[in-house]
């Protein structure tokens, strides 16, 4: 190893003993309920340990370290599964947006108890008429002396039946084009009007939920960043969410990474077949890849240059490795993929991650939607010609449902 | 692990860059490829002698510059991105690499220095008529003959051995493989230039007939073997995230500025998606390179790993990205005149030359334990 890995390598001694004693056992025969409260737990011994927020500020509660200890943090954790979903987007996304763009007050009152696992965060974006066209939504906050009056309805939205507070984005001026009019604010979800509804996704769970808005009201100071403002903070989120998705954590038991497919191949007798070593080989090579293209970013950014658009690299690469894994996968377990015995785990979880793959390449921005950033932000391309960009939210034809 | 290049090696990028803008413009590709040599004497006169990039991972107590794989792979990403006319893959890097390996302090004090400094040029040969690394023991054979080892039969696909001063060969010596080293002028020596998919890149089939050569002695012949093909993979995947590059600026110059339909052909979601799979693949490739370069200077356990990804990822993936770079320019990316074909014969070339897919994704499987 090179020298200048020294304090490196020293982070990676700690994480590697503190997460062998202290990774708790996987959760999976107990309640929801059970399954928070041990994830609450987890995370405050993460942050009494000095692993929460490893990059987040100091002041805050952060560890103020770089994307360096975050790597090593993350390599690992792919050897344990950690509770530590309820607060990936906290983690990921509201959190590192509330470092960029909230006021002292703000940081000083929610980064703390989100790094101790006391309060989930949510994110309230997408609508049931906004989804990759997310400056289109129709949510509404309308200015009630110093305070706001929010109405509408989110879709998709992890998390939200845990969730304490919310980012979410809302229509605060309709007379100006699209992306002009828009304010982002933190929400508590407890607050009166606020109401969450499973949604069911095509796996038969319900990660996701629908959250409704009825004359909720927020104060002055739940916005982040500026009013009408919200886009520029929107692209911020949206960024760290990219960059989340990508660089996030493998699971040790997903089963359609490369190190369990090749397991199951060596298990199956299947790792002798020429055909199957070539394609485990390919897809190690591009689950690979995209570690390495993470790595590098992350490195960038300690040497000064962010990743900006190129998180979409990530994000679409992440995508197509999975959609590569159900493949391989395919090719290995064959006709098990298709039925197994009702006492068999492993058919199970093979059956629900073939079923998740979909939204990979959707949830977060579709594929699509990664390559036009990519093409627009990274490479300079042409934009499309934009038949809304001058016109006034109110005059514009939204979605696929009448105008509320 | 270090994945992005310190300010020197930034400085030593820039400095090839713009002496090869200068000096192996497209026209002077064409030029040299069009003419008899297969190489451009004056510019690599320039890249060794003047800037002293043919002995990078050449100690400076043997004559070279004691830089690393991680330099010369820079250096070999420019030379890639203007598909420069220079035997520098041939010499500065197999060549090298195979006498570094060898350890016969014979060799070395007889060779190095020269191969550092570009005076002289070498190849390497470890292929027979199927091409597969190594396989050159099938058709050539050593024998000791008046108190000195001669070579006997062919090798085949050996990059710039049209024109190498010293040409290493993999030969069946009679206990088993062995390398040997033999003069370009040596007595029984005959060369045939092969006609090339890459017009870029000369390749020679060499006949010997009793042809005096010396026994390298030192490592194991077939660990040299390894070694080199590791060091080769880097070497050309440092040619391909070049080449990659390279076709990509290519291809979002023409899409912003070729107008179809009243509009940038760029705009359009399906020539857009395009380009960002092209620099998707350019990205991922690029961060291989890195790690597989660093692997070679700081952890050479890790070597055998990194260059088997490396070939097995880029190869295939710098060819498809020079075809997409065909495709996005549509009839002109067709021309003999555009320099798009080139590249994309040289992706194709350099995507064959340590073996076909199948080999690569076989080694790189082995290498994991699958």
Redesign the interface.
């Known amino acids: 190893?090179?020298v200048?890995?020294g304090p490196v390598d020293t982070f990676r001694a700690r994480v590697r003993q503190w997460l062998a004693d202290n990774a708790p056992e996987p959760t999976v025969n107990r309640s929801p309920e059970e399954q928070l409260a041990a994830a609450k737990r987890f995370q405050a011994a993460l942050y009494d340990a000095g692993f929460a927020g490893i990059t987040w500020p100091v002041e805050f509660g952060g560890q103020g370290l770089t994307a360096a200890e975050q790597q090593v943090f993350n390599d690992e954790a792919a050897d344990y599964d950690l509770p530590t979903d309820p607060f990936m987007i906290g983690m990921g996304m509201c959190g590192p947006t509330l470092v960029d763009l909230g006021t002292t007050e703000q940081k000083t009152r929610y980064l703390r108890p989100l790094l101790r696992g006391e309060r989930i965060w949510c994110q309230l974006f997408s609508e049931p008429g906004a989804g990759s066209d997310v400056a289109s939504l129709q949510t509404r906050a309308v200015g009630d002396g110093s305070d706001w009056v929010v109405n509408g309805q989110k879709v998709w939205t992890s998390g939200a039946q845990q969730a304490d507070f919310g980012a979410l984005l809302a229509r605060t001026d309709p007379d100006v084009p699209k992306h002009q009019g828009l304010t982002m604010f933190i929400v508590d979800m407890h607050a009166p009007g606020v109401s969450v509804r499973p949604l069911r996704d095509m796996t038969g769970r319900a990660p996701f939920n629908e959250v409704y808005f009825d004359d909720v009201r927020l104060p002055a100071d739940a916005v982040l960043g500026e009013v009408d403002g919200g886009w520029a903070a929107a692209v911020t989120m949206l960024g760290h969410e990219r960059v989340s998705i990508g660089g996030s954590v493998r699971r040790r038991h997903d089963p359609l990474a490369y190190t369990n497919l090749?397991e199951l191949?060596?298990r199956t007798g299947r790792?002798d077949d020429?055909v199957v070593?070539?394609e485990?080989?390919?897809l190690?090579?591009?689950e690979?890849?995209?570690t390495?293209?993470n790595?590098?970013l992350r490195?960038?950014a300690d040497?000064g240059t962010p990743p900006g658009a190129?998180g979409s690299?990530a994000k679409?690469?992440g995508a197509e490795l999975l959609w590569r894994a159900v493949r391989v996968a395919g090719l290995i377990a064959g006709a098990r993929t298709a039925a197994w015995d009702p006492a068999d785990e492993a058919g199970e979880e093979l059956a629900v991650a073939i079923n998740a793959t979909p939204a990979s390449s959707i949830a977060g921005g579709t594929n699509?939607i990664?390559?036009?950033i990519?093409?627009?932000r990274?490479?300079?391309?042409?934009?499309?010609?934009q038949v809304d960009r001058d016109v006034p939210f109110r005059e514009l034809r939204v979605g696929t449902q009448p105008r509320a | 692990m270090r994945l992005v290049l310190d300010s020197e090696q930034r400085q030593l990028r820039s400095t090839v860059r713009e002496l090869l803008a200068d000096h192996a413009p497209p026209t002077r590709v064409r030029e040299v490829m069009d003419g008899g040599d297969g190489y451009d004497p004056a510019l690599w006169r320039r890249v060794s002698a003047e800037l002293g990039l043919a002995g990078l991972v050449v100690s400076e107590s043997r004559g070279g510059s004691g830089a690393g794989h991680v330099e010369r792979c820079v250096v070999l990403e420019e030379l890639g991105r203007a598909l420069a006319p220079v035997p520098y893959l041939a010499s500065a890097a197999l060549a090298v690499d195979t006498v570094l390996a060898l350890e016969d302090a014979t060799l070395e004090q007889r060779l190095l220095a020269g191969l550092a400094s570009g005076e002289r040029i070498g190849a390497v040969a470890p292929a027979g008529d199927d091409g597969d690394w190594g396989s050159a023991t099938a058709s050539l054979t050593a024998g000791w003959r008046d108190g000195g080892w001669v070579l006997d039969g062919h090798v085949s696909f050996v990059v710039s051995g049209d024109v190498a001063d010293t040409v290493l060969a993999y030969a069946t010596a009679p206990e088993g493989p062995a390398w040997f080293a033999v003069s370009g002028d040596a007595a029984g020596l005959g060369r045939t230039r092969l006609r090339t998919l890459d017009p870029t890149r000369p390749m020679a089939r060499l006949e010997f007939a009793s042809t005096p050569a010396h026994r390298a002695d030192g490592a194991d012949p077939a660990a040299v073997l390894e070694a080199v093909r590791d060091r080769a993979a880097v070497a050309l995947t440092a040619e391909r995230v070049g080449m990659m590059s390279r076709v990509l600026e290519m291809t979002v110059d023409y899409t912003k500025s070729r107008v179809q339909f009243g509009r940038p052909v760029g705009s359009y979601q399906a020539v857009k998606h395009g380009c960002a799979d092209m620099y998707c693949a350019y990205q991922q490739a690029e961060s291989v390179l890195r790690y597989a370069a660093w692997a070679a200077d700081h952890a050479p356990a890790e070597l055998p790993l990194a260059a088997a990804l490396a070939q097995a990822h880029t190869g295939p993936a710098s060819f498809r990205v020079a075809a997409d770079a065909v495709q996005l320019h549509g009839g002109v990316g067709y021309t003999w005149e555009h320099d798009a074909h080139l590249y994309y014969k040289r992706a194709k070339t350099s995507e064959l030359l340590l073996g076909a897919a199948d080999q690569q994704r076989e080694r790189l499987a082995e290498r994991l334990g699958v």
């Open positions: 190893m090179d200048e890995d090749a191949a060596r790792a020429p070593r070539g485990l080989a390919e190690y090579a591009a690979r890849a995209l390495l293209f790595s590098r490195q960038e040497s190129r690299v679409l690469g699509q990664q390559r036009g990519i093409g627009d990274v490479l300079g391309l042409p934009k499309e010609p």
